[in-house]
């Protein structure tokens, strides 16, 4: 996780400089929020992929954790990304934005102020190389999804991370490469950093909004494959759906479309990538590369 500099409040500081004290209630109380976002090397320059979307909803969990002023406007946050990406002339990274609270120790908001880094890293494929063709082996968690009035489902708060961490921890402990998670009343809701999708005769099934972040590659892949004329269902699924589901698959900033091959010992469809996943992992990767009808629309140049 190589970065020369972070963006942090403003500056441009050599990356030992981005330090926040160890009093902090965002290290002791999980009071922060952050985003995960891609910038693709292109073969028209390196562009950022829905940037805008991506500051928009740092605003948005900062807003539901109840921070009353963001310190930036969404476009400072973009333009402070792209300052960043070109100040540690990447090209290709990950951009993670971080808003943390400054201040004293306490369980209110209202005492500390909040503040912004943003940090760029290069990083490859997260769930392994081979990991978007051959697949990858899911459990189902034995933890919930958090209750949508315990965390809030739609912010992406640091502290709601614990869960994901626990899940993808049990996961890969129990020789699995990630964790998929149920809602509290059972249905199928996520995964530990990714949202999921389902194929079955054709069709493409997702889990509703209601108990999942809502995210930014699972909007792009479902607009891509309204796009190609694929049926999309948006609904509660079961446990059982899954395993008897021609095609499973995850996809996130981080994962990009990802197949799933088997779930808790049982193989899905083939046991390979199916082809509704290819199609439209051929859809997201033509897109990023600037080569998809949305590319413009959704690409920021660096
Ligand atoms: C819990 C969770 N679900 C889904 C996603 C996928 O969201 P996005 O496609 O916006 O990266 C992420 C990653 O940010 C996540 O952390």
Redesign the pocket.
Known sequence: MKSDFIWMNGELVPAAQALVPVLSPTLHYGLGAF???RCYATPTGSMVF?LQ??MQ?LIASSHIMGVRTFPYSQQELCEAALATIRKNKFTSCYIRPLLYMDGPLGLNLDVSEPKVAIATWEWGTYLGADALEAGVHMMVSSYT?HHINATM?KS?ITG??VN?VMAKTLALRSGYDEAIMLDPEGYLA??????IFLVRNGEIYLPGRAT?????????LYKLARDAGYTVHEGQISRDQLYIADEVFV?????EVTPVRAIDHRTVGAGRRGPVTKALQDAFFETVNGKGKRSAEWLSKV
């Not at 999942?212 to 792009?220: N, V």
């Open positions: 985003e995960g976002i829905r979307d991506h909803r999804r489902t992406k709601n991370y994901s996520e995964c530990s950093g990714e949202n999942i972040l809502e995210g930014i590659t699972r909007d792009s996809c996130g900033t981080a994962a």
